[in-house]
């Protein structure tokens, strides 16, 4: 097995055409080239340079050791340097609704023009990922949350329903049967402090993390919830003179670190989330 320092010091020795020059070259004394050549010379049995002028020159062995040394030597740097870009991570954390469709374009689009990163995607309630992202494991945080929140990139209005099912509506049972987030869920406590405040009777009937899995309980007639306006189903209708909510908003938070790809991926989220929010939806894009 050929030492690549030994082949380093070869290519460097043959193309100075010294040991002096090819010494300043790879930061080693005369003396140690020397020692150097003559174990390499001893792996591979037979002479390499001719040192008989005033400048050193290869045998005809090692002509053809040069060749492949530099082939060898620029495949060692290569795989350093795909091992360092495979290496570099970006973290992002988004919310279920910008998980898929249109967000997966845009991520693919990234990677495309930046094949060093390795992108590192949470998707999950707002409330898991700011923990994240405060404790400093996200570099992008796009999540949903109080009206003035910390300093994000962007922020965007996001105006919320009372959903109930077109086909079994659930509105006009008593106790109200709900379908909410978890206890952590942004929208839960915009729930029960609006029904409280009226005075309407309520109950827990469906609890998920999944927002997906929420509209289908809704669809499916076991209970109201209150989910963004934009995200409101073909099979759900929304209920007309119901108790006023706080107001949320969506927001881009970006983490300390600054790297060019990490400044193009916000760009483009930025892009995405004023297609997807509408222009009204904007409150301060920095």
């Known amino acids: 097995m050929l030492d690549p320092q030994l082949l380093q010091s070869f290519v460097a020795i043959v193309e100075t055409g010294s040991f002096t020059r090819a010494g300043e070259r ?29 400048r050193v020159v ?20 290569r795989a350093s340097e795909r091992v360092r870009e495979a290496s570099l991570p970006l973290r992002l954390g988004v919310p279920e609704d910008f998980a898929a469709g249109a967000m997966t374009q845009v991520l693919a689009a990234f990677a495309r023009q930046h094949p060093e ?15 994240a992202f405060e404790a400093g494991g996200l570099d992008l945080a796009l999540i949903k949350q109080g009206r003035g929140q910390g300093e994000p990139l962007a922020r965007w209005r996001e105006p919320l ?8 509506p659930a509105a006009g049972r008593r106790p109200l049967p709900l379908a909410v987030f ?21 109950r827990i009937a469906y609890v998920s993390a999944s927002l997906a899995s929420l509209q289908g309980a809704v669809s499916a007639g076991i ?5 963004p306006a934009r995200l409101v189903q073909p099979d759900q209708v929304v209920l007309k003179d119901w108790p006023t909510v706080t107001a949320v908003e969506l927001a881009l938070h970006q983490g300390p670190g600054a790297s060019e790809p990490l400044a193009r991926l916000g760009e483009a989220l930025i892009a995405l989330c004023d297609e997807v929010m509408g222009e009204g939806g904007a409150l301060r894009p920095r």
Do not use: K
């Open 26 to 54: 790879v930061h080693l004394t005369q003396s140690t080239l020397s020692q150097q050549m003559r174990r390499l010379e001893e792996q591979l049995g037979c002479t390499l340079l001719d040192r008989s002028g005033r």
């Open 58 to 77: 290869t045998t005809a062995q090692g002509e053809t050791l040069l060749g492949l040394a530099r082939q060898i030597l620029g495949l060692l740097a």
């Open 117 to 131: 990163v390795r992108l590192e995607v949470q998707s999950g309630l707002s409330h898991s990922l700011w923990q």
């Open 161 to 168: 329903a009372w959903v109930d099912s077109r086909d079994w």
């Open 182 to 202: 978890p206890n952590e869920g942004l929208y839960r406590r915009q729930i029960t402090d609006a029904l409280d405040g009226e005075g309407i009777p309520w």
């Open 223 to 227: 209970g109201v919830s209150l989910l």
